[in-house]
């Protein structure tokens, strides 16, 4: 058997959880998320400091009642 060698290019992964495909795909699957959910329920993206991050969120105070009550968000982001 022979001994396989991997090296990481740190350099090129930055660059990948930092380019706008991730972004694009990432933003899509919290939209997606958050539009299952129902009104009162948003997404949003930005860029941290090593990569993109997606969030849902409540907008609403009835949202935030049906997250409290049914964990909505949790099961949400579970489900996937």
Do not use: C, F, W
């Amino acid at each position: 058997m022979s001994k396989v060698r991997i090296e990481v290019n740190y350099a090129g992964v930055g660059a990948l959880l930092h380019s706008e495909e991730v972004a694009a795909l990432v933003g899509k699957e919290a939209s997606t998320r958050a539009a299952a959910l129902g009104s009162g329920y948003a997404s949003d993206i930005h860029q941290a400091g090593t990569r993109v991050i997606a969030s849902v969120y409540t907008e609403t105070p009835e949202a935030a009642r049906d997250n409290m009550q049914n964990n909505s968000l949790l099961r949400a982001v579970s489900s996937g």
